[in-house]
């Protein structure tokens, strides 16, 4: 089992900026695709952002230009830049990451983070 530890999260006025980070523990060396996935209250869980490890990005439509995805390799750390925020942001915010270990690739989950934008 992996546990990935976030970071980040709380309350903030529209406009405001937040940053998430999540990080998988160092001694594992096959941590692959990382990414953050949010869900709000009765909406089913949506992909935010995910960067490979190469550093190629992906993001949701509802959310680029105004949230950046970064890694940091050599921690196994995964960070989310939120700027911009609006109300519609209001989530519990997820980390994601692909990891291989013995060839064999299983997806872990942090425990959530909750986001909340006031109007």
């Known amino acids: 089992q992996v546990q990935l530890v976030e970071f980040g999260g709380g309350l903030v006025q529209a406009g405001g900026s937040l940053r998430l980070s999540c990080a998988a523990p160092v001694s594992i060396l096959g941590v692959n695709t990382m990414g953050w996935y949010r869900q709000a209250p009765g909406n089913q869980r949506e992909l935010v952002a995910h960067?490979?490890?190469?550093?190629?990005?992906n993001y949701a439509d509802s959310v680029k230009g105004r949230f950046t995805i970064s890694r940091d390799n050599a921690k196994n750390t995964v960070y989310l830049r939120m700027n911009s925020l609006k109300p519609e942001d209001t989530a519990v915010y997820y980390c994601?990451?692909?990891?291989?270990?013995?060839?064999?690739?299983?997806?872990?989950w942090g425990q959530g983070t909750q986001v909340t934008v006031s109007s």
């Open positions: 960067i490979t490890r190469g550093g190629s990005t």
């Open positions: 994601n990451a692909e990891v291989s270990i013995n060839k064999i690739i299983n997806t872990y």
